[in-house]
């Protein structure tokens, strides 16, 4: 885990001492990477879209949460695909 369990817990406290209003997008952005880096990867998922949804299309922070979402979902349909036939 190393660093990325540093820069978790720091995207953590930085993210609650700004629970009055929306994250700083490029602080969310970082917070879900190191979700994933750090063992939660439902959780990176949920921030992505969290912040998917609030940034516009044209914003560079949205964009890459939106393409971070799509290769995630790739990913994870080609893990859940059908299963090879193994003829007999």
Do not use: Y
């Amino acid at each position: 885990m190393g660093r990325w369990g540093d820069a978790r817990r720091a995207t953590e406290r930085a993210l609650a001492a700004a629970a009055a209003g929306p994250p700083e997008p490029a602080l969310a952005l970082m917070h879900a990477r190191a979700l994933a880096r750090t063992g939660d990867p439902a959780a990176r998922i949920r921030a992505l879209e969290a912040l998917a949804s609030r940034m516009g299309e044209a914003d560079p922070v949205g964009r890459e949460a939106r393409r971070t979402i799509s290769e995630l979902s790739a990913a994870r349909a080609r893990k859940s695909g059908p299963i090879a036939r193994v003829n007999p």
